[in-house]
T-cell receptor
Framework: GAVVSQHPSWVICKSGTSVKIECRSL??????MFWYRQFPKQSLMLMAT?????????EQGVEKDKFLINHASLTLSTLTVTSAHPEDSSFYIC??????????????FGPGTRLTVT | RKEVEQDPGPFNVPEGATVAFNCTYS??????FFWYRQDCRKEPKLLMS???SGNEDGRFTAQLNRASQYISLLIRDSKLSDSATYLC???????????FGTGTSLTVIP
């Protein structure tokens, strides 16, 4: 149990275009989903936290108008990188909180999306 | 001061060795503790949660020291496949804020 999928796994886009990344919890209802970004050889950086049906909470320094997050259901959250630029090239990873056990404090990560902006 | 601190390593150990990582956290109200493993260019995978009484899963043992505010991970009889980055993660029950360490890099050498 506790499987999280992401789509696409890899995307290349031109500068100025928008990219949407989907994150799905496949076998459980995720009360909270998180979006992270990771640059090569660096640690995960939390971008935002989203709860189903409410607005996402963004970390300091993360532009909410550039990284649009929608958490429409308990199994789906999307991150849209608007007007992408080369510096947005990174590994984007989502995670979901909420599992099959009574204690649901673990996070389960999706496989990540590697974004390259040319 | 960072919420969670780890020695980044790298730790290079021979196969069969025992290796231990420590991780310190700054918020005494922290309640949930985890070790994740991340392979190169992959997502983190939950290795084990850390319970107050300490817990063991095969060759892996995790311990929590609340008084000194650190958690540890011990790997016995290291395998080549244990080579990865090990992330320490801390959370408070009442919040959605998870704090990640920067990770400790382990390479097991044949």
């Amino acid at each position: 149990g506790a499987v999280v999928s992401q789509h696409p796994s890899w995307v290349i886009c031109k500068s100025g275009t928008s990219v949407k990344i989907e994150c799905r919890s496949l076998d459980f209802q995720a009360t909270t989903m998180f979006w992270y970004r990771q640059f090569p050889k660096q640690s995960l950086m939390l971008m935002a936290t989203s709860n189903e049906g409410s607005k996402a909470t963004y970390e300091q320094g993360v532009e909410k108008d550039k990284f649009l997050i929608n958490h429409a259901s308990l199994t789906l959250s999307t991150l849209t990188v608007t007007s992408a630029h080369p510096e947005d090239s990174s590994f984007y990873i989502c995670s979901a909180r909420g599992g099959t056990s009574g204690l649901s404090y673990e996070q389960y990560f999706g496989p990540g999306t590697r974004l390259t902006v040319t | 001061r960072k919420e969670v601190e780890q020695d980044p390593g790298p730790f290079n150990v021979p196969e069969g060795a025992t290796v231990a990582f420590n991780c310190t956290y700054s918020n005494s109200a922290s309640q949930s503790f985890f070790w994740y493993r991340q392979d190169c260019r992959k997502e983190p995978k939950l290795l084990m949660s850390v319970y107050s009484s300490g817990n063991e899963d095969g060759r892996f043992t995790a311990q929590l020291n609340r008084a000194s505010q650190y958690i540890s991970l011990l790997i016995r009889d290291s395998k080549l496949s244990d080579s990865a980055t090990y992330l320490c993660v801390v959370n408070m029950y009442t919040g959605n804020q998870f704090y990640f360490g920067t990770g400790t890099s382990l390479t097991v050498i044949p």
